[in-house]
Structure formats: C-alpha cells, structure tokens
C-alpha cells in the first residue's frame, strides 16, 4: 500500500499510522469472514453444478482468507499482513479464473451469482495491500475479471456488465474508504512527527539562548564585575588582596554549588528557606544594605529556577548599587533590599538614595542590567522585573504562581 512521502530513515516513528492500518485490517478481516459466509452459503444453494474439484480448492485457497487475515494482523507485523493480503488478491484471481471450465455451459446465471459476494473483500485487500497509485488499476481489473468469467459462466453479457458495473461502484467505494483510513494515519503520523520535531527545534533554541543568557550573567556578574574593580583598585596592595580574597571565595562557593545556580539540590524551596537563601546572597553583595523580609501566612512554595534567577537578579542589583550609585556629595549611597513572600508568589525591591541615571543611556555593553537582571528574569514564566531610575534607583522583580 501507499506509504505516502518517505521520511528520512532516522526519521521517529511513534506508529499512529501503523495502528490506524492494523485496525482497518482487522476490521475488514471481520467483515470479509462475514462476506465469504455469505458467498460460500450462496454457493451451497446454487452451485450445485461446479466441478468439486474446484469448490475444494477454492475452499482451502480463497474462502478461509479473512480469517487467516484476521490472525495474522492480530498476531504478526503487518509486512506479514500485507503479504497474506497480496496472496489473497492472487489467488483469488487464478481461483475465479478456473471457475470458467469448472462450470458447464449452459447451468445458468444462478450458478455463479455467489461471485458477487466475494469480489467486494477482494478488491478491499488489493486497496490495503497495493501501493495507491496501482490500486485504481486493481480495481478495475477485478470487475473485469468479474464480467469475463460471469460472461463466460452465466451465457449472458448483459447480466455480466450490469454486475461489473455495480462491482466497480461498490469496490471504488471499499477501496476508497480504505485509502482514507490508511492515508489519515499516514498524515497524522507525519503532523506527529513534524510536531515533535518542531517542538524539538524550538526547544533547542530556546535552550540555546537560556545558556547564552546565563553565560553572559556569569561572565557579568563574577568576571567582569572583578575585573573591573581590580582596575579600579589597582594602585592599592590592600585593597587588591581583599579583591583577590572575594574571588577566591566567589570561585569556593562555585566549587560547592552546581552551576546551574545557588540551590541545585532542591525542586521547590519553601518561603522562608527562599528568605533566608536570598538574605545571605545580598549580604554579601551588599554588607552595608538594609534587608527586610516578611513572610505572610499560606506562602507559596518557590521552584528553584525561579529561586536562581530571581536571587541571582537580586544579587546583581544590589552589586549595582554598591559599584555605581551616588549621593549628590559623591558619598556611597545607601542601599535597602525588601523580599516579600506570600500566597500568590514573590515581590523583590532593590532600592538606593542615589542620583539615579538614564536607563536609556546605558551602553548596549554594559550587560548589568540587560543580561544580569531583565533577561534572566524574562527566562522564568511568571515573572517580571522593572527598573526606575530617575531619582536613585529602584529594581522591582516579582513572580506569581
């Protein structure tokens, strides 16, 4: 049968189209038993006159075919279906063929009249068992093998193509049943699989960038962040140890945690674990800030993607803070974090008193804000992050459930 447009050999297969075909044939396997029933009673009535060598192969050759049809599609592959449905085709064929000197001349049309019964499950076989393209072809030559021998068999032509006629409506209309069935599974096997296949593709993509993201916050946030204050700091021996001693502890903490963010080892962390983790993460971004934290009753558990990038986030802008805000005096301005944690999710504000900026100035290298804050959190469903920075500057990240 048609096996539609080729896949490419690597190509999964999730098997719809192969279901929707084994159910088909074991349906048609049914109703075939029941056909050949109907044809071997309507032989016993009429077809006194045929040779009984014939009835006996026919018998063994053609009348049992459903049946074995049905027992192997129940039981085999359906290579192996295929193959009993071809033999099927074939020997029916060569059977009904020998019926012209199996029936003397003149018994009458009655004589093979039960013929019409068994046609309909054979061009149904040929309409499963043979590509789409020849099935067409198949059918007619069924018909035609019909008004040859019934033309032969019943000495009259008129009857012969009158029942031909009706045969090729009644087999257009089994074989093109057949077709829709087989070819819907064939299409739903192939939307399946460019489905799946698309969702993969988008996956990747979407992974691809959520590295490049974390990436760049990392690089941000414990490369370049160093390196710029060792630049700044350079002139000073003290201060250049403290330095070093940050990045080694930042390295240590790496060391400790898996990278893909500061609580790898649990699913969902509760409230106020989530407090406490984020509590000790800006402290030590910003030993000088100010940290409040409420946690209200019912507070929703926090999944730990969300508990990494929003920590992460908040780190950053505290980092921001201590690193660039201002007091009009040029003294360091002063720093306030507030983590609030209740039934619907999570609200973070970074805050400073100092001169603020232009979020719309800063250079597209500058990756603090970008990279570190707004596209990490823009990676975690449900969550939302917004800066003001008119007068000081203000980082409010939330989450909802």
């Given amino acids: 049968m048609s096996r539609g447009a080729a896949a490419p050999e690597d190509a999964p297969s999730y098997g719809i189209g192969d279901r929707f075909e084994r159910i088909f044939v074991v349906a048609f396997s049914i109703g075939g038993i029941a056909f050949h029933a109907v044809a071997a009673l309507g032989f016993a009535e009429d077809g006194g006159a045929v040779s009984p060598l014939w009835a006996l192969a026919a018998a063994v050759l053609v009348l049992p075919a459903p049946l074995v049809t049905l027992i192997v599609a129940t039981r085999g592959s359906l290579g192996a279906v295929r193959i009993v449905l071809r033999a099927h085709v074939v020997l029916f064929a060569v059977v009904v063929l020998a019926l012209v000197p199996a029936v003397p001349r003149g018994s009458g049309s009655a004589v093979t009249s039960w013929l019409i019964d068994a046609v309909p499950v054979a061009m149904t076989a040929a309409a499963v068992a043979f590509p789409a393209r020849v099935v067409p072809l198949a059918v007619a030559a069924v018909c035609l093998l019909l008004f040859g021998v019934r033309a032969a068999t019943s000495g009259s032509p008129v009857v012969a193509i009158e029942e031909a006629i009706d045969m090729a409506m009644v087999g257009t209309v089994f074989a093109g049943l057949a077709q829709a069935i087989l070819g819907a599974g064939r299409s739903l096997e192939r939307a399946t699989r460019e489905s799946v296949l698309s969702a993969a593709r988008a996956a990747g993509r979407s992974g691809r960038r959520s590295e490049r993201i974390r990436v760049g916050a990392l690089v941000h946030d414990e490369i370049l962040s160093f390196l710029l204050n060792v630049e700044r700091i350079s002139q000073s021996a003290e201060l250049s140890r403290s330095a070093a001693r940050v990045a080694l502890a930042h390295l240590a903490e790496l060391r400790l945690t898996d990278p893909s963010g500061p609580t790898p080892s649990r699913a969902v962390l509760t409230a106020g674990e989530f407090v406490r983790a984020a509590g000790v993460r800006v402290t030590e971004a910003a030993p000088l800030a100010t940290i409040s934290t409420r946690v209200e009753s019912g507070a929703t558990a926090v999944p730990s993607p969300v508990a990494d990038a929003l920590i992460d986030a908040t780190v950053?802008?505290?980092?921001?803070?201590?690193?660039?805000?201002?007091?009009?005096?040029?003294?360091?301005?002063?720093?306030?974090?507030?983590?609030?944690?209740?039934?619907?999710?999570?609200?973070?504000?970074?805050?400073?008193?100092?001169?603020?900026?232009?979020?719309?100035?800063?250079?597209?290298?500058?990756?603090?804000?970008?990279?570190?804050?707004?596209?990490?959190?823009?990676?975690?469903?449900?969550?939302?992050?917004?800066?003001?920075?008119?007068a000081g500057t203000v980082v409010r990240l939330e989450w909802r459930r």
């Fill in 316 to 390: 950053q802008a505290a980092r921001n803070a201590v690193q660039h805000a201002r007091s009009a005096e040029g003294a360091p301005a002063a720093v306030r974090a507030s983590i609030v944690v209740d039934d619907r999710g999570l609200s973070i504000e970074v805050s400073d008193d100092g001169g603020g900026f232009v979020v719309a100035a800063v250079p597209h290298d500058r990756m603090g804000l970008t990279t570190s804050i707004l596209a990490r959190v823009a990676q975690i469903a449900g969550a939302t992050a917004q800066i003001a920075a008119e």
